[in-house]
């Protein structure tokens, strides 16, 4: 699953944005919907990967029974997201480059797994020392 997450955070960067992917998928692992952060490409700060790969997964009554899966671990909104929606397990491919809200996730009951995968950490530890500018202004740091 954390392939298809990474595809789409690859494709971000392909497209000058920042490289962070996100997959929704079922408790058996069907693919719902895959997105990418698109802040740079729409100008629309909002449009995280998780966002992404909400919205295009379209409509559920139900998502206890979702797994979120992303590269990076989620900011503080995607984490709400998660909350809000009850979207049951998140699995976080990476979180060393920076740590959002998956911590709270876990303690609020949603099952969490950080794989600390090296090739995401390698990304963003790239992209973060090749584009500070853009990485500050997605974590909301002002220079």
């Not at 692992?29 to 729409?42: D, P, T």
């Amino acid at each position: 699953m954390l392939v298809t997450a990474y595809e789409e955070a690859q494709l971000g960067l392909r497209e000058g944005g920042i490289p962070i992917g996100a997959a929704l998928f079922d408790s058996d692992g069907n693919l719902l919907g895959r997105g990418h952060n698109r802040r740079v490409q729409q100008d629309d700060p909002s449009v995280h990967a998780e966002t992404d790969a909400f919205r295009n997964a379209g409509r559920r009554r139900d998502y206890r029974d979702t797994i979120m899966v992303t590269t990076l671990s989620p900011c503080w909104y995607c984490s709400g997201l998660v909350r809000q929606f009850g979207i049951g397990a998140v699995v976080v491919g990476e979180s060393r480059t920076f740590t959002g809200g998956h911590e709270w996730l876990a303690a609020h009951g949603v099952a969490v797994t950080v794989l600390d995968d090296p090739a995401c950490v390698d990304m963003m530890t790239r992209f973060i020392a090749e584009r500070p500018d853009l990485w500050n202004e997605d974590i909301g740091v002002a220079e």
